[in-house]
């Protein structure tokens, strides 16, 4: 069973000004760097579930993910910082927050000047289709080289199911229509082969072992999230993968 270590923030150092959620660069009682996505962002606690367990989804599968952590920020972190829009996003987001390891040095894939081998290019195209991950573009492809590997990173974007959730059923059986606009969708020549080997790796026992990491305090932010929830949808959709792998191999 995957396991999510909890680091306390000691310092806010810099913002990363990427779309509008502020995600930021701070330093951890552990001392290491972490990229710290807030609760207190625009997408709230969803977005931080999304990215948890797509990121320990894709760690399962054996693709490259920084470490993801819980990062705790105390009350009244943030007083002396002088920008209100930040000083607002701390004083939102007291308690868990979810950290990604910082890879210093690390460069945006760039889709023109690098080639992804058609195998593990197969595995990502088919990990997003399964979790309707619709940010993973050629405008912003939410991969890093670090150290001559590939690395993924930011699921916040997947499972959008759970803006309507009454409708969970429905929407796990979707093929994935957005996946014509993956980054890695021409290099996905392999995507039959990888198809059982996914499934065998993201087996029932496994999916529910890393639902089961949510903090049940970010499902406070809705009444109508539960851990119950992104089970049945994940095991629901599981079930019906070769609806979005038919989808992929039609979209190359």
Not at 87 to 106: E, F, V
Not at 139 to 159: Q, V
Not at 179 to 193: G, P, Q, T
């Amino acid at each position: 069973m995957p396991e999510i270590r909890t680091v306390h923030i000691d310092r806010y150092v810099t913002p990363l000004r990427e779309g509008g959620s502020l995600p930021a660069i701070v330093d951890a009682d552990d001392g290491f760097m972490y990229v710290l996505k807030f609760r207190g962002a625009g997408q709230g606690c969803k977005a931080l579930i999304a990215d948890l367990i797509g990121g320990e989804l894709a760690r399962a599968a054996g693709l490259k993910i920084p470490e993801i952590v819980f990062g705790e920020l105390p009350e009244g972190y943030g007083r002396t910082e002088p920008d209100e829009e930040i000083q607002d996003l701390l004083k939102w987001s007291t308690g868990l927050n979810l950290g990604i390891h910082y890879l210093q040095g690390s460069i945006t894939f760039d889709p023109v000047a690098h080639s992804v081998e058609p195998e593990l290019a197969s595995k990502i195209v088919w990990l997003d289709a399964f979790l309707m991950n619709i940010d993973r573009t050629p405008r912003n492809t939410n991969m890093l080289f670090w150290k001559s590997e590939l690395w993924l990173i930011d699921h916040g974007a997947s499972l959008y199911f759970h803006h309507q959730p009454e409708n969970w059923k429905e929407q796990s059986q979707k093929p994935f229509v957005q996946i014509k606009e993956h980054v890695l969708l021409k290099s996905a020549s392999m995507l039959e082969a990888v198809h059982s080997q996914m499934l065998d790796l993201l087996n029932p026992e496994l999916i529910e072992s890393i639902v089961a990491l949510i903090p049940e305090d970010w499902l406070l932010s809705d009444p109508s999230l539960s851990k119950e929830l992104y089970l049945n949808f994940l095991l629901e959709r599981r079930s019906h993968a070769d609806l979005f792998l038919k989808e992929a191999i039609h979209a190359r």
